[in-house]
DNA sequence: CAAGGAATATGACATTATGTCAATAATATA
DNA sequence: TATATTATTGACATAATGTCATATTCCTTG
């Protein structure tokens, strides 16, 4: 039963011009950056008439966010990783794993996060779908911090939230810093250093 | 002997003029934020023609980037704080104090971060001047914990420009998140909270 | 199966900015 | 005073946005 059996005609040709507008937009945000491109490149490129794009989007912020809609999900599925560590070596090496898999996506999704982050500074929009990664991503080692903390585990004197808080913004940053090309060092050694200062400073 | 004695009366003229367009731009960015403020707003405050704009000014980020200069000055002298601690717990004081600061400046000049932020994202200039801000900060940083690892008060095994880079990234998205009035706690338990960890990770 | 109605698509238009430049005004200099 | 230099000006060309009345395409119903 695959879904589009169920469609209209129409519906279908609206799928389609939509698919077509989000593929061009793809091409021109990659040649021209997010500033520059503009809805009439997208639409000569999808071959579609200039009003059909805001009949299917709001403005170049929308179609971005839709463009980066599965890149979002992988930082969610990051942010998920389970923590329950016995000792102070095993909450290292999660906490490595997971500071090693969120930067790699630097890497990987270099292409897209660079227009998202030219994209972050002009647009509300995307910029409020950002803050809520990072939330998500601070709310969750927050609780890490705090399981650790009364497992016996990390040091019970520092505010779990600000030090959560700390520890993202230096994984992001450097996320920023690889997506830019802006370091030589190997993903694996960045994550390294900054897992060993965190899991020292926090960790008893 | 004033400067402007020597001035000849137009050249005065064209100070005054820069200056008026200096004060009219600050107001409008104050009020509309770096992306909705126009020239047209500003000559208009300023009471002169519109092309005046552009014979003193590349643009609206040319303008801003002047209006910065002075807050940028600050920065730096923070950048400056001298560093030859004898202990472990010196290190942590002077370290802590910088921290200090730097975080102050945000609470002390909220108003014209707020706009330098909105800024960093569209423009491409006052980018790279943050950017220099930023490099400045991690080369003092990074001599500081290589000094620290020559006398044997920190940790060797580490990068000391990953984790000068790591530090400040800290430091500076606080900033933001300060200058964005999104903190509850005190610039003092931040300050406190962050030299903690980062002290207890790199020193001996 | 034909006619009317609903969903889609279209591009001309009004709007709003930017940056340039030839003309004009103000001041200096010879 | 006449001429050169410098500063200012606003009209214009350009470029992008978002809207809306109209046209097109497809579905539904009598």
Redesign the interface.
Known sequence: MMEKEVMDKRHLRSIKTRQKLLEAAKEVFLEEGF?KATISQMIKKAEVGYGTAYVHFEGKEDILIVLMEDVMGKFYEIAEISFYPKSKEEAENIIHKQAYSFLKMAETERRMLQIFE?A???SSAVSEKWKSIREKFIQRISKDISYAQENGLA?KE??HE??A???F??N???LW?IVRNERQ?SVE??AK??T???????YL
Chains 1, 2 share one sequence.
Do not use: C, K, P, S
């Not at 060993?196 to 926090?202: C, M, N, P, Q, S």
């Open positions: 500033q030219q972050i500074g002009i040091r520092l505010n600000l030090v808080r700390g520890w913004f230096t992001e940053m450097y810093d060092e050694e960045i250093t900054i060993a200062v965190y899991t020292r400073g926090l």
